[in-house]
């Protein structure tokens, strides 16, 4: 793997001393995809047309020596679950496998607007459900780091294009960790914002009460600059939240002294490979060098929260993909009656992770179950959210691994769905009360797969988190 | 057993799905131990606490957020919808017949 060499920075400096134009690192950046992406498989469509008239656009701005917009140039990925105009979207699924969007997601317009160049959709497992990139339609996605290992998931293709240095950033979905476990799987800096933060207008809906969008990059400040563009009320979408946007990057040098750091017991207990303990507990040292005070803390509820998520995700994920019928858009498998359409189509048209997930939904909303599951699921959900809102009355952010193990081989995990679950054990619960976290860099195993370390801040957090996470990257430096 | 194969069944009926035989055996299986593993919430008395169906529903900065002005926009996307159906009869989309006369 050779080392990204680009960020955010590094392009604009690039452009404005006329180095390189935009137009040139496009094709400098199509053309490490030509080469790479035939063995990651981390793309699953291009779009080259769109990209350099929006590079051409960019390098008209330069000749007339006009000020450039944040994300001018900048080369960026989006998961294939969010929406492009014109560009195939299809979700990893067959049954969008011909599927052009005839608008844009918000935050997709958000990162033209503001000079990024779209590169193109990235891999993903099918309609964002999974932990390892292997439910994709189209095949799975290799870890860069490790060829032979899963990139982890859902995120999968958008975490490995910006660790191959594909993409300077890229544009992830996190319902119950798929940008955070990713992002520690390829070792890079990765978060979700917190729920209502950015806009949903566009992104096709896996689990509307926990999905968020969320942006990878190879540097923290990179991630706080993109937060920074697609972040903020959007009338498309009811639940994004009128809260002013602070500039993220900007906020980034604040010192951390005298932070305090929550320790949750609960997140360092059976389970967790032992290296990933290690080098986390390092982490914590680490921080605490920097002058932040660690607080031991109890989130009792966090061992209940894997079988509160998939019960919550898959009964909405039932009722939003009721819309996939064949009648309006995608796959139609003909049948005799408009219910044989229907049921043939949804039977061809999703994968075996997405038929499960829309059962175990089903069943859970269904007459007679729903007190059982789904509303005993909601009560516990309130229980997890109160553990947060409990916490950050003693401590600024928690700090916690992303995720058990690193990434683990392709196929090691397939046959289990259980097992495949236990592996968002630390990331589900701040999706299920709406903070915002980060992953972040910690260290590599003794085979050189990445660990990563999460923070969780209290609601609307962020500035918090990235400040925390951008000490600890600068501390870390490039040591391993 | 949580769940029966007749049960296994009935949902995907509500689902909307065609199963294979192989499909419904598997998933038998899975969903079994899955609700086996779901269980451990009835650990929790929860009789007390109220269901969270939102995360931030009733909090001040939600507030202007439900209902905007009701200005009519222009909404001219028929055709570009159109374009992408399996099987368009415009302005409709054709499916097969559901009333026998």
């Given at each position: 793997?050779?080392?990204?060499a680009?960020?955010?920075?590094?392009?604009?400096?690039?452009?404005?001393?006329?180095?390189?134009?935009?137009?040139?690192?496009?094709?400098?950046?199509?053309?490490?995809?030509?080469?790479?992406?035939?063995?990651?498989?981390?793309?699953?469509?291009?779009?080259?047309?769109?990209?350099?008239?929006?590079?051409?656009?960019?390098?008209?701005?330069?000749?007339?020596?006009?000020?450039?917009?944040?994300?001018?140039?900048?080369?960026?990925?989006?998961?294939?679950?969010?929406?492009?105009?014109?560009?195939?979207?299809?979700?990893?699924?067959?049954?969008?496998?011909?599927?052009?969007?005839?608008?844009?997601?918000?935050?997709?317009?958000?990162?033209?607007?503001?000079?990024a160049?779209?590169?193109?959709?990235?891999?993903?497992?099918?309609?964002?459900?999974?932990?390892?990139?292997?439910?994709?339609?189209?095949?799975?996605?290799?870890?860069?780091?490790?060829?032979?290992?899963?990139?982890?998931g859902?995120?999968?293709?958008?975490?490995?294009?910006?660790?191959?240095?594909?993409a300077?950033?890229?544009?992830?979905?996190?319902?119950?960790?798929?940008?955070?476990?990713?992002?520690?799987?390829?070792?890079?800096?990765?978060?979700?914002?917190?729920?209502?933060?950015?806009?949903?207008?566009?992104?096709?809906?896996?689990?509307?009460?926990?999905?968020?969008?969320?942006?990878?990059a190879?540097?923290?400040?990179?991630?706080?600059?993109?937060?920074?563009?697609?972040?903020?009320?959007?009338?498309?979408?009811?639940?994004?939240?009128?809260?002013?946007?602070?500039?993220?990057?900007?906020?980034?040098?604040?010192?951390?002294?005298?932070?305090?750091?929550?320790?949750?017991?609960e997140?360092?207990?059976?389970?967790?490979?032992?290296?990933?303990?290690?080098?986390?507990?390092?982490?914590?040292?680490?921080l605490?060098?920097?002058?932040?005070?660690?607080?031991?803390?109890?989130?009792?509820?966090t061992?209940?929260?894997?079988?509160?998520?998939?019960?919550?995700?898959?009964?909405?994920?039932?009722?939003?993909?009721?819309?996939?019928?064949?009648?309006?858009?995608?796959?139609?498998?003909?049948?005799?009656?408009?219910?044989?359409?229907?049921?043939?189509?949804?039977?061809?048209g999703?994968?075996?992770?997405?038929?499960r997930r829309?059962?175990?939904?089903?069943?859970a909303?269904?007459?007679?179950?729903?007190d059982?599951?789904?509303?005993?699921a909601?009560?516990?959900?309130?229980?997890?959210?109160?553990?947060?809102?409990?916490?950050?009355?003693?401590?600024?952010?928690?700090?916690?691994?992303?995720?058990?193990?690193?990434?683990?081989?392709?196929?090691?995990?397939?046959?289990?769905p259980?097992?495949?679950?236990?592996?968002?054990?630390?990331?589900?619960?701040?999706?299920?009360?709406?903070?915002?976290?980060?992953?972040?860099?910690?260290?590599?195993?003794?085979?050189?797969?990445?660990?990563?370390?999460?923070?969780?801040?209290?609601?609307?957090?962020?500035?918090?988190?990235?400040q925390?996470?951008?000490?600890?990257?600068?501390?870390?430096?490039?040591?391993? | 057993?949580?769940?029966?194969?007749?049960?296994v069944?009935r949902v995907?009926?509500?689902?909307?799905?065609?199963?294979?035989?192989?499909?419904?055996?598997?998933?038998?299986?899975?969903l079994?131990?899955?609700?086996?593993?779901?269980?451990?919430?009835?650990?929790?008395?929860?009789?007390?606490?109220e269901p969270?169906?939102?995360?931030?529903?009733?909090?001040?900065?939600?507030?202007?957020?439900?209902?905007?002005?009701?200005?009519?926009?222009?909404?001219?996307?028929?055709?570009?919808?159109?374009?992408?159906?399996?099987?368009?009869?415009?302005?409709?989309?054709?499916?097969?017949?559901?009333?026998?006369?």
């Amino acid at each position: 793997m050779t080392a990204p060499a680009w960020t955010i920075p590094s392009v604009r400096a690039a452009l404005e001393a006329k180095k390189v134009s935009s137009r040139e690192l496009t094709s400098e950046f199509f053309a490490c995809i030509e080469r790479r992406n035939p063995e990651l498989n981390a793309f699953l469509a291009l779009s080259p047309d769109r990209a350099f008239a929006q590079a051409d656009r960019i390098d008209a701005i330069i000749a007339r020596g006009e000020q450039l917009p944040p994300l001018a140039g900048v080369p960026v990925a989006v998961k294939d679950v969010i929406s492009t105009c014109g560009v195939r979207t299809t979700c990893g699924s067959r049954i969008l496998e011909n599927y052009v969007p005839p608008y844009d997601a918000t935050a997709v317009g958000r990162l033209e607007s503001a000079g990024a160049i779209v590169l193109g959709k990235t891999n993903c497992d099918e309609f964002a459900m999974g932990s390892s990139n292997e439910n994709s339609a189209y095949g799975p996605v290799r870890n860069p780091v490790a060829l032979d290992r899963v990139p982890g998931g859902s995120s999968g293709g958008s975490a490995a294009a910006v660790a191959a240095g594909l993409a300077v950033a890229a544009l992830g979905t996190d319902t119950g960790g798929s940008i955070r476990q990713p992002g520690a799987f390829c070792g890079i800096p990765a978060m979700m914002g917190t729920y209502g933060r950015v806009s949903r207008y566009g992104l096709i809906a896996f689990a509307s009460s926990l999905d968020r969008i969320g942006p990878f990059a190879t540097t923290v400040r990179d991630v706080a600059s993109i937060l920074a563009v697609i972040a903020g009320r959007d009338s498309s979408d009811s639940t994004s939240v009128p809260v002013p946007v602070p500039d993220y990057a900007a906020d980034l040098d604040r010192p951390v002294r005298g932070l305090r750091i929550g320790i949750p017991r609960e997140y360092f207990g059976e389970g967790m490979d032992l290296i990933v303990r290690q080098k986390v507990e390092a982490g914590i040292r680490l921080l605490e060098s920097l002058g932040c005070v660690p607080v031991e803390l109890r989130m009792p509820h966090t061992d209940f929260a894997i079988a509160t998520y998939y019960i919550v995700a898959t009964a909405e994920a039932s009722s939003n993909l009721a819309r996939f019928d064949g009648v309006r858009y995608g796959l139609r498998v003909p049948g005799a009656t408009l219910l044989d359409m229907y049921k043939k189509t949804r039977g061809r048209g999703f994968g075996s992770e997405v038929k499960r997930r829309i059962m175990l939904g089903t069943y859970a909303l269904s007459s007679g179950y729903y007190d059982a599951y789904y509303l005993k699921a909601q009560k516990v959900r309130t229980l997890i959210a109160r553990d947060f809102a409990e916490a950050f009355q003693q401590v600024d952010v928690i700090i916690t691994p992303t995720s058990p193990s690193p990434a683990f081989r392709l196929g090691d995990k397939t046959d289990d769905p259980l097992q495949m679950y236990l592996a968002d054990i630390y990331t589900v619960t701040g999706s299920l009360a709406g903070v915002p976290g980060i992953s972040v860099p910690c260290g590599k195993t003794p085979d050189g797969l990445p660990v990563g370390l999460q923070v969780f801040g209290p609601h609307f957090g962020e500035s918090l988190v990235l400040q925390l996470a951008y000490a600890f990257e600068q501390a870390r430096g490039s040591s391993v | 057993m949580k769940i029966t194969r007749e049960q296994v069944l009935r949902v995907a009926e509500l689902a909307h799905l065609e199963l294979s035989e192989a499909e419904l055996e598997t998933y038998s299986r899975q969903l079994d131990s899955i609700l086996a593993y779901i269980e451990k919430l009835n650990q929790l008395d929860t009789s007390q606490v109220e269901p969270m169906a939102q995360v931030f529903s009733g909090e001040a900065h939600t507030e202007n957020a439900s209902a905007r002005e009701d200005v009519p926009r222009p909404s001219d996307v028929v055709s570009a919808v159109l374009d992408i159906a399996p099987d368009p009869s415009r302005p409709y989309f054709r499916v097969p017949k559901v009333i026998d006369r």
